[in-house]
């Protein structure tokens, strides 16, 4: 018993902060195959904007690389102030008994799939100043990450699974989301074989990659009600009934790492696409119409 509670306290002392979607970890890593996977020209026309960073005002934000701009909108929140109106760019939570709306809870535009194509728009705009276009390139490969968390868009009246008390194995207390952005996507990326950042076939890419904001929102959300609420209750979810408690058990742990695992190559390479597409000599993209 006593081994069992210091292990506990043990797993509980490695895990990552709260209210980081897909974890630091997660979210780097999401960049990491993105820079394996773009075009040389690509990499090249990031690496140009990063010169721009000082102009941005965030000293305690670097953006120095494609795995800061990956992990920089988080970095924000501890500005209030300054940074507050993004905050509600990171999600676009659908309760996952109603039908699914890619234009629902979405005013304004302050939503994640709004924001993708904001960001991939602004981006793309040659004619705008570097450190806006630099600043509209962490806000996509970050907000392209966040959209790929399945309770980034589904919810069952608890704030996309964050009210719910979740036990990780034999660590208790966490909570739903949290246990998603964080050790579960660690335990998801470091246990993948082969590793997840290489530089993937064009057979792969076809089969994970393609698709846009609204598609990806909508895979997140069929994701969390058929499978991560399924999970971690051990029985389908009631629409509209909030659960107190869950756990994962490990049997749960190693059904979900897959899932994690599919969701974050596919969020690596959707963001390689946009900005391979956004750096692409052309037309600049049609403007959001919601």
């Known amino acids: 018993m006593i081994a069992r509670l210091v292990a506990a306290l043990l797993a509980l002392l490695v895990l990552p902060a709260p209210a980081q979607a897909w974890g630091f970890f997660g979210h780097e890593t999401t960049a990491k195959i993105a820079l394996a996977n773009v075009t040389p020209a690509t990499r090249a026309a990031v690496a140009r904007l990063l010169r721009h960073e000082r102009e941005l005002g965030t000293p305690d934000c670097p953006l120095k690389s494609l795995e800061n701009a990956a992990t920089w909108p988080d970095c924000l929140r501890r500005d209030a102030w300054r940074w507050a109106y993004t905050f509600a760019w990171h999600y676009q939570t659908e309760p996952i008994g ?19 194509e904001r960001s991939h728009r602004i981006l793309a705009d040659e004619s705008l100043p570097a450190n806006v276009r630099l600043e509209a390139l962490a806000f996509l490969v970050h907000f392209a990450g966040d959209i790929h968390m399945p309770l980034h868009s589904g919810d069952n009246a608890d704030r996309g699974g964050n009210d719910v008390v ?14 998603w952005d964080g050790p579960l996507a ?19 890419r076809a089969e994970l990659a393609g698709g846009g ?43 979900a790492a897959p899932v994690a695992e599919r969701r974050i190559v596919q969020a690596g390479l959707r963001i390689a696409a946009l900005l391979d597409s956004a750096f692409a000599p052309g037309p600049l993209p049609e403007p959001d119409r919601r």
């Open 213 to 255: 904001p609204a598609d990806w929102g909508r895979e997140s959300w069929e994701l969390a009600r058929g499978f991560v609420y399924p999970n971690a209750l051990g029985r389908p979810p009631v629409p509209g009934e909030k659960a107190e408690t869950a756990a994962l058990t490990q049997e749960a742990i190693a059904a």
């Open 98 to 116: 109603e039908p699914y709306d890619p234009r629902k809870n979405c005013g304004g535009g302050a939503c994640v799939s709004a924001q993708i």
């Open 186 to 204: 660690e335990r998801a990326i470091t246990s993948a074989q082969p590793a997840l950042v290489r530089r993937f076939t064009a057979a792969e």
């Open 166 to 179: 979740t036990a990780y194995g034999i660590a208790p207390g966490l909570n739903l989301h949290w246990i």
